[in-house]
């Protein structure tokens, strides 16, 4: 009667085992592996915690072996794990020390306790393997719209059932004013799949960019396809967005491929969205062109680009400035996301403003500087002179070519802005030296005397100063500040160096730390030569 009632009990592990794995989506031997170890751990209380006994469970037939192991050592520490050379003979003649020899144990019969507490073993091992499994599954599935069933909200929060994982919607990843109820249906964007104390987190997201992106690729084939390319994204969720598309077949227009038949692809997207309002503007390679779309629907007049700088000025009409700027700055902060540049927006009439207080600084510098009436000064500011130098070193036909001046009069503006500037140079030379600057700054070629003191009031007075200089320090950077481009100076700001000529001049300046080097080896090898002839 014993025979048949253990062979169920066998049949019905292995039935326990297969049903465990399949509900929960594990290996079968993950589940047959928990349940050794809780038997070896109710084998242990049973026979002693100190024992080193291990159960094996045969995956075939449902049989469980107890055995408990024991190390041969010389000298026995340990009753209950080590085993004398002598007495591990009597056992095994062959043992030698190192070696494990196993002794069966009998089958234990389970208290409540010891049951309870496999239980408890099977059931941890088992979330631990499905917590991996739904890791392993999920991982890799970052950047897909994922469907659910929401289960339940917890301060706002949306707990989402997935089928084979649960995932959470965080409060700030919700459109604004958006709210759902246990039961209904959600679309998502993976975002971000973390191990956690507490298992693996799945991380939704209904704001990301490009869940829009996503959403669009659904909608529009072209999109899957790859003959259409979302290049940027930039949202402000539930509101309103912007989205850059490229077509890579000319003969298919992005925009409209985006738009759909009456708007139908679009508004799919509009409707998932909670109405959010959506721009769809064609990418460009060129920044400026770029930029006047993304600033639509507003009309653009002009732009001005700073690509050092990464930012751009853009001039519009009086009456497109709260267009351009939108409500609460919205538009100009999504077309300014999309592009990657800081855009600054100006009227046609502060635009005019500016340039004429341009026009009149350069006047009034042209008339102090060469001692020449107003309207000459105006003249030269006309034609598009902004500094001294040009006057002084470009083409005479090209000032003799201005309407009113003369050959004569144009020597004559040459030869006053030629004194200017080496007045202006004798001043900056005695500056330099008064400033401690040395005389071997002077033979490095793209330097000015004004910015040889400039060099000097910052401290940098010899080669050796220069050189230790990084090309940033020279001519400044542009840093990231809490999220913002901000431009920090260098030391010859303003004097219009590219990064190319800093590291001219950088280079220049540190040439002769290399001097002495070829020098150095002939030293080294006449040295040599004067050793070995005292051993002739």
Not at 51 to 71: C, H, P, V, Y
Not at 299 to 323: G, N, Y
Request: some cysteine; glycine content about 6%.
């Amino acid at each position: 009667m014993g025979s048949p009632a253990i062979s169920a009990n066998r049949l019905e592990l292995l039935q326990i085992a297969d049903a465990v794995a399949r509900e929960k989506s594990i290996d079968r031997n993950v589940v047959i592996e928990a349940m050794e170890e809780a038997i070896q751990k109710a084998a242990r209380s049973r026979y002693g915690a100190e024992n080193d006994i291990r159960a094996e469970i045969d995956s075939k037939t449902g049989e469980i072996r107890l055995n408990r192991f024991m190390q041969v050592v010389d000298i026995v520490e340990d009753d209950a794990t080590q085993i004398s050379v002598a007495d591990a003979h009597a056992k095994n003649p062959a043992a030698q020390v190192g070696d494990f020899l196993s002794d069966p144990l009998p089958p234990v019969d389970y208290g409540r306790i010891a049951a309870q507490t496999a239980k408890q073993v099977i059931v941890q091992k088992v979330r631990d393997a499905e917590r991996e499994r739904q890791f392993e599954e999920y991982k890799d599935r970052i950047g897909e719209i994922i469907h659910g069933i929401v289960k339940r909200t917890e301060y706002g929060n949306v707990v989402v059932d997935l089928g084979r994982a649960e995932a959470i919607v965080r409060r700030d990843e919700l459109l604004p004013r958006e709210s759902f109820r246990q039961g209904d249906r959600i679309r998502a964007y993976i975002y971000d799949v973390r191990r956690e104390q507490r298992g693996p987190q799945i991380f939704l997201s209904r704001s990301h960019p490009q869940f829009m992106a996503k959403l669009f690729g659904q909608e529009v084939p072209e999109i899957y396809d790859g003959i259409i390319e979302i290049k940027s994204v930039a949202r402000d969720p539930g509101s309103r967005a912007k989205i850059a598309v490229l077509s890579n077949d000319s003969s298919i227009d992005p925009v409209g491929a985006c738009v759909g038949m009456r708007g139908s692809r679009v508004q799919a997207v509009v409707n998932e969205l909670q109405n959010e309002k959506i721009d769809i503007i064609q990418w460009s390679p060129d920044a400026a062109t770029f930029i006047v779309n993304a600033l639509a629907p507003a009309e653009v007049a002009k732009v001005v680009l700073d690509e050092d700088t990464q930012r751009i000025e853009v001039v519009v009409p009086d009456e497109q400035l709260s267009l351009a700027i939108g409500r609460r700055g919205q538009n100009v902060r999504l077309a300014s996301q999309l592009t990657g540049w800081d855009i600054d927006i100006l009227t046609e009439a502060e635009e005019s403003e500016r340039r004429q207080e341009e026009f009149r600084q350069r006047t009034a510098m042209f008339t102090e500087s060469l001692d020449v009436d107003e309207v000459i000064a105006q003249l030269l500011t006309s034609e598009g002179f902004s500094s001294i130098e040009e006057v002084a070193y470009v083409e005479l036909s090209e000032l003799a070519e201005i309407e009113g001046f003369d050959e004569e009069t144009a020597q004559e503006l040459q030869l006053r802005a030629g004194e200017f500037l080496q007045e202006q140079e004798a001043k900056f030379d005695a500056r330099r030296r008064e400033l401690g600057v040395e005389d071997d700054l002077l033979q490095l070629d793209g330097l000015t005397p004004a910015m040889l003191v400039t060099l000097g009031e910052a401290g940098v007075k010899s080669l050796d100063d220069l050189g230790d200089l990084a090309r940033d320090e020279l001519i400044g950077s542009i840093e990231i500040v809490d999220g913002e481009k901000q431009r920090v100076p260098g030391i010859l700001d303003g004097f219009g160096v590219s990064a190319e000529d800093a590291d001219a001049i950088i280079m220049a300046a540190r040439a002769h730390w290399f001097d002495d080097e070829p020098e150095a080896e002939a030293a080294e090898t006449e040295g040599d030569g004067e050793e070995e002839k005292p051993a002739e």
